[in-house]
């Protein structure tokens, strides 16, 4: 065999492949880093473009499209999003973290879709964070839509649970959420859920026309055999009887709005052909209406023992009665008879809860239920009618004989001597004496102004006398009854026999005997009141004026029945002088009063008390 070189021990040439493999992957992994740092310079330098260009700090040649100005703008809301919800999270912001999730939540239904999956997962990032807090709310709605059904079912019994617990928190809102909830779950198809959340309806709540379907859905869902299915259809039926009457009287109330009373008669009279059942919102807000009229006419006991009567009122159905309102009301004529369109209301307005609560809070103080009557204060003196907690309190302070806490008041005397003639053939009278103060500190308070209240059975005199500097007044153009005798020298007297806001009584002399009298009206609400004044009331009253030796005197004599009735043994009242002077030219007016009411007008809040001790 002939030898090779190989064989011969001839070293052979070392090979070069594994050398140029391993500078390939050098030079590949050298290209790869320096592929990622160009990369990396023109993404920085791009998100750098961009910032500038959306904080136009970056001056172009061409316009900025303003598709790429949007999609930037959403990809910089995404981000800043989930950073915001990372952020909180990190830090157990809750607050923050519950607005960023509903933020980017409500952001991807916008501009993705409401159905999209990174919607669901951050909802249910929220409620797993939140749990059953009452923010988390929404959250549990939006993961209960049919659209996630397939995905979420099996969650849906701590869902209910979750809405179900935070509707407990809610108080009057409680059974509405629920109900809603079983209409969610009936369209889910969800009906063992659905009967579980309408139990507990049944259990919150009694049947009312809030309640109704839910509570005929709920036995159309239970077994015949089920006893609280027979009870519900119970309720259903003593419901059915309420509505009626419920119905026929909002129908009637519409009515009697549609011709307003302007006499307590004449409301009375309307009263009277009301549906025969028991009390509701529709009846009592009429009965609060007539309490109103009869103040009107100074018929102080009347309303008052109406105000007793609403007081006793289960008003339980007031809600009820708003949603009935709801609803358009028409007439439907019966067939075959002629179309007799009565006044048509298209729009009933609902029960009047305010004045129903108010003469309801008067009954409770006149019967001496305190506690109660506070805890109806507390309810009706807030928001808008706030200012009126103070003279509500002073009321209750009154009726309780703590006088000590009114802010200005005075006691009157029973006298047996010395009383005035216009008081024949009267042996006694009631007598107090007020002494005015001036109203700003420019009026000179050396002028001395004061009154007397004599009362009788029957009568009223006031003798209220008026020192006074100058010589001569100037002359009275005002001689004629019920004339503007304010713009002159006068005095003031003003009655609140309810001690309250509806009506007073105001009754101006001047200096020479000529008499305006007036029942001042609120037209307006408790809170926003509006007065305007009513000169065509007129009182049997008599007022005479003279000189004295120090100034004038007006003696005023009127009809007790009205001012001052005889059941009632306190009103606000309150005296006040308007004297003109002339000084450079102009007519200036100093005010005196008693009441702490200055220079405001229709304040019967700032009246004092005059109270008959018996």
Known sequence: MTATATDVGHTPRPTTRPRRRRVGLLLTAASAVALI?????????RQSLITGLLAHDVQVLIPFADTLTSKAEKKTTWNNLHAQIAAARASNNRPVFVKSSYDLATFIEAELSPDDPRRRQVLLDLVAVVGEAPEAADAYWNLLSPTWRKELQPAYPSYVSAVSHIAATKGKENVSILIRLAEVLRESGETQLETQVLR???SAAPVT???ADAMTRLVSLLPPTDVERTAVTEQLALYEKRRVHLTESMKWYANVLAKPATSAADLEAQR??????????FIASVDARLVELYLRDGRVADANRLRIAIAGYDLGDTEEASVLVSHTYSEVPSPGKPVKTPPKVTNIPMPNLPAIQISQWRGLLLTGKMTEADQLADLVFASDMKSLRKPADDEKHLLMGQLSKL???????KKTDNLPPELSPA???????FTLKPSAKATPANVQSAAELWLSDDKGVIVFNADEPRKDLPPSKMTSRDQDVWKENCVEFFFDPDRWFDVYFQIDVNSVGTAMDARILNSGSTSRRQYKTDKTFNLDLSAKASQTATGWQVRLVFPREKLFPKD???????VRRMRQVTEKGQTILQMYTWGPSGTADHRPEQFGWVVIRK
């Open 427 to 433: 042996t006694e009278a009631w007598y107090g004496k």
């Open 407 to 413: 802010p200005t008041f005075l006691t009157l005397e």
């Open 200 to 202: 507990s309806v049944h």
């Open 209 to 211: 026309v809030m309640t």
């Open 272 to 281: 009277a052909n009301a549906p025969t059942g028991p009390m509701n919102s």
């Open 37 to 45: 740092l160009v990369c990396d310079r023109l993404v920085r330098a």
């Open 568 to 574: 009632i043994n306190a009103i606000k009242f309150n």
